[in-house]
């Protein structure tokens, strides 16, 4: 029964009494004015009249059914809907509220949207828990009246991890059961032991290279001096690769550290494309390649910009460029303006037909209006990547060419650089690539306002 019914049929009662005590008062009136009951009598009649209804009265009241009443000999309490449906709509995580039988009473539009409830009117909450430990903890929490509180994980997808709370209403029979997505604090976790990981081993590998060659200096190649040159040159080279390893390491905790406070200075993002390509001319020359900028014709908005760290951007996207061509070929550096972010973004990474593209980091809009924008566009005649690799450029030490077991050393850091620097900009990050073509990075952010 629920607290409505109960609530109609007191009403009901209330009445029954008034309607039957007024009805005996008037006419035992009538008859005391007439003459044909004598005042006592007529008072009497209506004491016992009126003590009869009060009888009616409690017996009807106690008429609940009686699992309710044994339950709640107190008062009559309802089945269901014990937690104000308004608190729980008030919670921004997802909540329901069961009650006897694991009947779903309530919840909230969170709850709704992870388990889809509305098409399902009525459901219990095995219908859409699949867990059999929070279902279970559910009934004892149901059974048990004390107040005991209840939380556990559940795995509910390969990356997907939940808490679930369940907890007993006070001086209620139903229970709330609240979730908590873990999945992102999980994930953070796990990239961050990960990134350790990492970090380490990228950092012993050369290091072991060199202490490997000091043995070898020490023991078996004692006398061997014609050999040392060469061992030298191997450990020098190693030695050099941690130096980057750290470098790199080092810029992307700045670039961590410093990502709350956006950029702030005004910068010309022609003369900041100019600085990066001059430092790199030699690189390129030195592998043979030949490195071209087209530069917009008319002058640029100024942007809102770190400078420094953008410089690092136009650094990685070409070193990359001229680390994975073969000499003789070419790299373009191509930049402008557009109207707003979202044509950047096409201008700066889709210009092939038949290429492989992915968005890798797309550009926070700030306003609907469209927002004038700056792009960049790296383009080079190289391997190509393979497709399966795209979706994870950008991740930390993550190398596509690692399988290929190429020469070509790199620390896998770089373009997880670039992404971190243009998320700081609110700008983009998207490859578009052809195999044994080329392979073009495009960047893009907002220019600054005016
Ligand atoms: N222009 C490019 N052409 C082909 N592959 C590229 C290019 N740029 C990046 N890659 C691939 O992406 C991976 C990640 O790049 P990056 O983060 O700069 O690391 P690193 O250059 O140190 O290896 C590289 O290892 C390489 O496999
Ligand atoms: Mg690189």
Do not use: C
């Not at 009473?105 to 098409?119: E, G, M, W």
């Not at 219990?124 to 279970?136: D, H, M, N, T």
């Not at 022609?270 to 592998?287: C, R």
């Amino acid at each position: 029964m629920s607290e409505d019914t109960q609530r109609r049929s007191m009403t009901r009662r209330t009445r029954d009494f008034t309607v039957l005590i007024g009805t005996t008062g008037v006419v035992l009136l009538l008859l005391v004015a007439t003459g044909a009951l004598g005042l006592i009598e007529a008072l009497s009649a209506l004491g016992v009249i009126a003590s009869v209804a009060m009888a009616y009265f409690a017996g009807s009241a106690a008429r609940v059914p009686r699992s309710v009443s044994e339950a709640w000999p107190e008062k009559p309490a309802p089945d269901v809907a014990e937690a104000s449906p308004a608190l729980l709509s008030a919670l921004p995580l997802p909540a329901l509220e069961i009650g006897p039988g694991q009947k779903i009473a309530a919840y909230n539009r969170p709850a709704d949207d992870l388990f889809q409830l509305a098409s399902l009117p009525f459901a219990r909450a095995s219908a859409v828990i699949r867990s059999p430990v929070l279902l279970a903890a559910i009934d004892q929490a149901l059974e048990r009246s004390s107040l005991g509180a209840f939380s556990a994980e559940l795995e509910t997808g390969p990356d997907e991890t939940w808490r679930a709370h369940v907890s007993r209403i006070p001086a209620g029979k139903t229970v709330l059961v609240l979730l908590e997505d873990l999945t992102p604090v999980k994930r953070a976790a796990r990239a961050r032991a990960d990134f350790l990981a990492n970090a380490s081993h990228e950092l012993r590998t050369p290091l072991t290279a060199v202490s490997g060659f000091i043995e070898t200096m020490r023991g078996p190649a004692k006398d061997d001096t014609a050999a040392w040159p060469r061992f030298l040159d191997i450990m020098a080279g190693e030695t050099d690769r941690m130096r980057r390893l750290i470098a790199d390491l080092l810029s992307l905790s700045r670039i961590e550290s410093s990502e709350h406070m956006l950029p702030r200075g005004r910068e010309d993002f022609t003369e900041i494309v100019a600085a990066s390509i001059a430092a790199l001319q030699p690189i390129a020359a030195e592998q043979g390649i030949t490195l071209k900028v087209e530069a917009p014709s008319a002058p640029i908005r100024e942007i809102t910009a770190h400078r420094d760290e953008l410089i690092q951007v136009v650094e990685n996207l070409v070193s990359n460029a001229v680390k994975y061509s073969q000499p003789g070929s070419e790299v373009t550096v191509v930049f402008g303006a557009a109207p707003s972010l979202a044509e950047a973004r096409t201008t700066a990474s889709q210009r092939w037909e038949l290429s492989q593209r992915m968005t890798l980091l797309q550009a926070l809009a700030r306003s609907q209006l469209p927002e004038a924008a700056v792009w960049l566009r790296v383009e080079d005649q190289g391997p190509g990547i393979e497709r399966e690799h795209l979706p994870r450029l950008g991740e930390r030490f993550y190398r596509a060419d690692q399988s290929r077991g190429g020469k070509i050393t790199g620390t896998g850091l770089g373009l997880a650089i670039v992404k971190h620097i243009m998320a700081h900009h609110r700008g983009g990050l998207a490859v578009e690539t052809r195999l044994g073509e080329g392979t073009a990075f495009g960047v893009w952010m907002p220019a600054a306002r005016d």
